[in-house]
């Protein structure tokens, strides 16, 4: 029996993908090391998860903001190169199919087969062709900015309530190690998901982020420490 052929392939993803990774790592970094800051200076839990609180929603306002401007600079991009394509199919068709067909020699066809595949392909939709063959451009990859930025908000507001959730249920004397060990932990699972998705090492990418996240968070607690020794 022939056997069907599947390929695993994942880099379709690539777009929400990376806003969903970067928002989530994101919203456990960026607010557990707001509230271990706090808390190392001795503040009140009331204190400490006001601080959380709004380092959720300035963080995932932020990240929508930042990630929508960042996406429409490059859908921008790509708009620009598809108009200038789609003017010079209308300014010079059989240039632009000449072009289309030495392509296809560069890729190991014969000049005639080449010719051949050219006028095939364009005799359905040109633009398509060209977006694809000359520019790399899909309709389906090309970017999304308002999708990025929902994502990236959603994903680090998802994740940035693992350090509320530990303040919140953890003994105020363990109030540090709680939101420390529970944010590792989502990082930990959050970096070996990225990594499933993108058909990468999960350890590795587990690991990648477990250790940055630490070392901002342990870097933050000291600081808030120092500082409230300090003025305390």
């Known amino acids: 029996m022939a056997r069907r052929h599947h390929e695993g392939h994942k880099l379709g993803r690539g777009g929400w993908l990376r806003a969903g990774v970067l928002g ?15 808390a190392a200076t001795s503040a009140t839990n009331g204190a400490v998860l006001v601080a959380g609180i709004a380092g959720l929603v300035a963080g995932a306002l932020s ?13 921008d991009s790509e708009n620009a190169e598809i108009s200038r394509e789609r003017h010079e199919l209308q300014a010079d068709p059989k240039g632009e199919l000449e072009e289309l067909a ?6 190991g066809l014969d000049k005639d087969l080449a010719h051949q595949v050219a006028v095939q392909l364009s005799a359905t939709n040109q633009l398509e062709v060209h977006m694809k063959d000359e520019l790399g451009l899909e309709e389906k990859n090309l970017a999304r900015p308002i999708q990025a930025a929902v994502v990236s908000a959603m994903s680090f507001a998802s994740l ?10 953890a003994p105020q004397a363990m109030r540090i190690p709680a939101i420390a ?18 058909n990468a090492s999960m350890l590795r990418g ?10 901002a968070m342990a870097v ?11 003025v305390g």
């Open 102 to 107: 030495s392509i296809y020699r560069k890729r």
């Open 220 to 230: 933050t607690a000291l600081i808030g420490h120092f500082v409230g020794a300090a």
């Open 181 to 198: 060990i529970t944010s590792l932990v989502g990082l930990a699972g959050l970096g070996a998901l990225g990594a499933y998705l993108g």
């Open 206 to 215: 587990s690991l990648r982020v477990v250790v940055g996240g630490g070392l």
């Open 24 to 38: 989530a790592d994101d919203g456990v970094v960026s607010t557990a090391a707001l509230m271990l800051g706090i």
């Open 160 to 169: 940035a309530v693992l350090p509320i959730g530990a303040l919140l249920l």
């Open 63 to 75: 990240m929508a903001a930042g990630e929508y401007v960042s996406v429409s600079s490059q859908r």
